[in-house]
């Protein structure tokens, strides 16, 4: 069958085109889009940020309340601006933390459009959008790992992803000519038709046939109820699709296919191949301003590097705990953990809670009647070797009005059980983590900490 026909028959099928328009929660129109589904383009950081510094240190109470919207106008911005760790929460109140600070500073610093969206970028790379920490580079894994199953290697997607950012300047039509455009809309099979595969084996000659027919559609579904198009109306100029997010779309992924599926010497070598790479797009920004403005930022970029790169553990921790002087230690104090010289503070207090944690359970694994567990003796602390672990994952914190480090989100486990969190398979981790939670979930409301299983197993990346 032509790959035409194939199209203007699906879209005939109003699910097809349904799933393929929208980018909601279940919809399909996601995995492609998905890096950016959160944000629908940077830039959103920018107007979040404005409207937050309005609220500083506000109560929520006091916030305006649009009366049509029913919530608070304000609202609509908090989930980005915490899970970007933009802005921190606490005690009903948001206020901006060190990389809130230094978010601002970039705003003031007289940067170009283009010098601030590569910082922009750099500054929400450890995000946790859709409750996945790290999101950014376990999305953009996933996109090439989906491509090379459909038999296009990364680096000819980088290619095509490269080429529709080299031509931003084209017609809003002519954008339908693009390969990537297909790619972004239909990455994922529907019913028993994955129409992006089907794309891809077409020849040429097939693909512009179609590209010539979406291009000559109208894009507003109501003249084209008959003869439906699904791609013209998804990117019609009112959508929510339209260029300037396509590109936006584009070059998220372009450089999160670049940058983060390599490794690097040190924090150094990875904001110079940033900034390389990005001068290669725009060749009037001023890269030794940006790496100004980096370099006099560092701590805030290194701990960025250091997390997505995970190559600062917080919650896996072999060795036992060194000494601290506990009277150094304010237990109540919600840490920034946004720069890396909050590691210490962080270090310290979390040293307290451990051993108050191992106290607590005696030495023993939490897990213990669930999985019947062995010990070996620790030669420092003479008791049985045990480790503790966060329940609710640290680097979501920023969900939390309350502080995360409290004993009660300190679990005691023994190093199988440990592991077993972290590296199981879901199948396995599922019940070790339901046992935990029905212990805990009591205890945590008291602090103030309220979590459903759903959303606990949604941190852990356990699908349902
Ligand atoms: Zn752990
Ligand atoms: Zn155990």
């Given at each position: 069958?032509?790959?035409?026909?194939?199209?203007?028959?699906?879209?005939?099928?109003?699910?097809?085109?349904?799933?393929?328009?929208?980018?909601?929660?279940?919809?399909?129109?996601?995995?492609?889009?998905?890096?950016?589904?959160?944000?629908?383009?940077?830039?959103?950081?920018?107007?979040?940020?404005?409207?937050?510094?309005?609220?500083?240190?506000i109560?929520?109470?006091?916030?305006?309340?649009?009366?049509?919207?029913?919530?608070?106008?304000?609202?609509?911005?908090?989930?980005?601006?915490l899970?970007?760790?933009?802005?921190?929460?606490?005690?009903?109140?948001?206020?901006?933390?060190?990389?809130?600070?230094?978010?601002?500073?970039?705003?003031?610093?007289?940067?170009?459009?283009?010098?601030?969206?590569?910082?922009?970028?750099?500054?929400?790379l450890?995000?946790?959008?859709?409750?996945?920490?790290n999101?950014?580079?376990?999305?953009?894994?996933?996109?090439?790992n989906?491509?090379?199953?459909?038999?296009?290697?990364?680096?000819?997607?980088?290619?095509?992803?490269?080429?529709?950012?080299?031509?931003?300047?084209?017609?809003?039509?002519?954008?339908?000519?693009?390969?990537?455009?297909?790619?972004?809309?239909?990455?994922?099979n529907?019913?028993?038709?994955?129409?992006?595969?089907?794309?891809?084996n077409?020849?040429?000659?097939?693909?512009?046939?179609?590209?010539?027919?979406?291009?000559?559609?109208?894009?507003?579904?109501?003249?084209?109820?008959?003869?439906?198009?699904?791609?013209?109306?998804?990117?019609?100029?009112?959508?929510?699709?339209?260029?300037?997010?396509l590109?936006d779309?584009?070059?998220?992924?372009?450089?999160?296919?670049i940058?983060?599926?390599?490794?690097?010497?040190?924090?150094?070598?990875f904001?110079?191949?940033?900034?390389?790479?990005?001068?290669e797009?725009?060749?009037?920004?001023?890269?030794?301003?940006?790496?100004?403005?980096?370099?006099?930022?560092?701590?805030?970029?290194?701990?960025?590097?250091?997390?997505?790169?995970?190559?600062?553990?917080?919650?896996?921790?072999?060795r036992?705990?060194?000494?601290?002087?506990?009277?150094?230690?304010?237990l109540?104090?919600?840490?920034?953990?946004?720069?890396?010289?909050?590691?210490?503070k962080?270090?310290?207090?979390?040293?307290?809670?451990?051993?108050?944690?191992?106290?607590?359970?005696?030495?023993?694994?939490?897990?213990?009647?669930?999985?019947?567990?062995?010990?070996?003796?620790?030669?420092?602390?003479?008791?049985?070797?045990?480790?503790?672990?966060?329940?609710?994952?640290?680097?979501?914190?920023?969900d939390f009005?309350n502080?995360?480090?409290?004993?009660?989100?300190?679990?005691?486990?023994?190093?199988?059980?440990?592991?077993?969190?972290?590296?199981?398979?879901?199948?396995?981790?599922?019940?070790?983590?339901?046992?935990?939670?029905?212990?805990?979930?009591?205890?945590?409301?008291e602090?103030?900490l309220?979590?459903?299983?759903?959303?606990?197993?949604?941190?852990?990346l356990?699908?349902?």
């Amino acid at each position: 069958m032509e790959l035409l026909n194939v199209y203007k028959d699906l879209c005939k099928n109003d699910r097809w085109y349904n799933a393929y328009c929208s980018t909601g929660e279940n919809s399909n129109g996601k995995i492609l889009f998905f890096l950016n589904t959160n944000y629908r383009n940077l830039w959103v950081f920018e107007a979040g940020y404005n409207v937050f510094k309005e609220i500083e240190n506000i109560g929520r109470d006091q916030w305006i309340h649009n009366e049509n919207h029913g919530e608070e106008k304000e609202k609509q911005h908090t989930v980005n601006m915490l899970r970007s760790k933009i802005f921190s929460r606490a005690a009903n109140k948001y206020y901006r933390n060190k990389k809130g600070l230094t978010f601002g500073d970039m705003l003031e610093g007289n940067f170009s459009k283009e010098e601030r969206w590569i910082i922009i970028y750099l500054t929400i790379l450890n995000g946790y959008f859709a409750n996945m920490p790290n999101y950014i580079k376990i999305r953009s894994n996933d996109i090439v790992n989906m491509m090379e199953k459909r038999g296009i290697n990364k680096k000819d997607y980088i290619d095509m992803l490269k080429d529709f950012i080299d031509s931003c300047d084209i017609g809003d039509t002519e954008i339908y000519m693009h390969d990537y455009l297909y790619f972004d809309s239909f990455y994922k099979n529907f019913e028993d038709i994955d129409f992006l595969q089907v794309f891809i084996n077409a020849s040429d000659a097939e693909r512009t046939k179609l590209k010539e027919y979406v291009k000559s559609q109208p894009k507003n579904r109501e003249i084209t109820k008959k003869e439906t198009c699904t791609i013209s109306y998804k990117y019609k100029s009112t959508g929510s699709y339209v260029k300037s997010t396509l590109i936006d779309n584009a070059k998220i992924q372009y450089f999160s296919l670049i940058l983060l599926n390599d490794t690097y010497e040190d924090y150094k070598s990875f904001i110079d191949y940033a900034l390389k790479k990005y001068s290669e797009i725009y060749k009037g920004i001023d890269i030794k301003k940006i790496k100004k403005f980096i370099d006099s930022h560092e701590a805030v970029y290194k701990l960025i590097y250091e997390e997505v790169f995970n190559i600062v553990k917080y919650s896996l921790n072999f060795r036992e705990e060194k000494e601290v002087n506990e009277q150094e230690v304010n237990l109540n104090e919600k840490i920034d953990d946004t720069d890396a010289s909050s590691f210490d503070k962080y270090n310290k207090v979390s040293t307290v809670l451990k051993k108050l944690a191992k106290t607590n359970s005696n030495y023993r694994c939490e897990l213990e009647d669930f999985f019947g567990c062995q010990y070996f003796t620790s030669k420092e602390s003479h008791r049985n070797y045990v480790e503790v672990h966060h329940l609710i994952p640290r680097a979501v914190g920023n969900d939390f009005e309350n502080s995360l480090e409290v004993v009660e989100n300190y679990v005691t486990l023994c190093p199988h059980c440990h592991r077993l969190l972290h590296f199981g398979e879901d199948v396995e981790r599922k019940p070790a983590l339901h046992n935990l939670y029905l212990k805990r979930k009591e205890l945590l409301h008291e602090k103030g900490l309220d979590i459903s299983e759903k959303e606990l197993k949604d941190y852990y990346l356990i699908e349902n």
